[in-house]
Nanobody, 127 residues
Framework: QVVLVESGGGLVQAGGTLRLACAAR????????VGWFRQAPGKEREFVAG????????DYSDSARSRFTITRVEAENTVYLQMSSLKPEDTAIYYC????????????????????WGKGTLVTVSS
């Protein structure tokens, strides 16, 4: 079973940047669809960004597009989420997740499509 560990969260001022990392053990991330999600207090978990297995095809939520970048570094078995121009509404716990075989044939934008999750890392953006 793939074990995911997120890191890189913290407190940052609005307009600042953070880079989150999702490191994997027990499996090669390049073989899985990987997604970043976030959950703010009192809200549902929502899709932020994703990258397809084996290819560098990415997908972003409307709020993340143009501000966030998801990258996969195969040599490190890690997927990063570079976040810039952060806003207070980006405050949430950020989770990474993997979609393992049989792979989802849907949008890969819903939590139910993912099989293994990390414990999350907290991002707090102050105004």
């Amino acid at each position: 079973q793939v074990v995911l560990v997120e890191s890189g969260g913290g407190l940052v001022q609005a307009g600042g940047t953070l880079r989150l990392a999702c490191a994997a053990r027990g499996g090669m991330l390049v073989r899985y669809n990987v997604g970043w999600f976030r959950q703010a207090p009192g809200k549902e978990r929502e899709f932020v960004a994703g990258v397809l297995r084996n290819v560098d095809i990415t997908d972003y939520s409307d709020s993340a597009r143009s501000r966030f970048t998801i990258t996969r570094v195969e040599a490190e078995n890690t997927v990063y989420l570079q976040m810039s121009s952060l806003k207070p509404e980006d405050t949430a716990i950020y989770y990474c997740a993997v979609d393992v075989p049989p792979y989802s044939r849907d949008s890969r934008r819903t939590p139910d499509e993912y099989d293994s999750w990390g414990k999350g890392t907290l991002v707090t953006v102050s105004s």
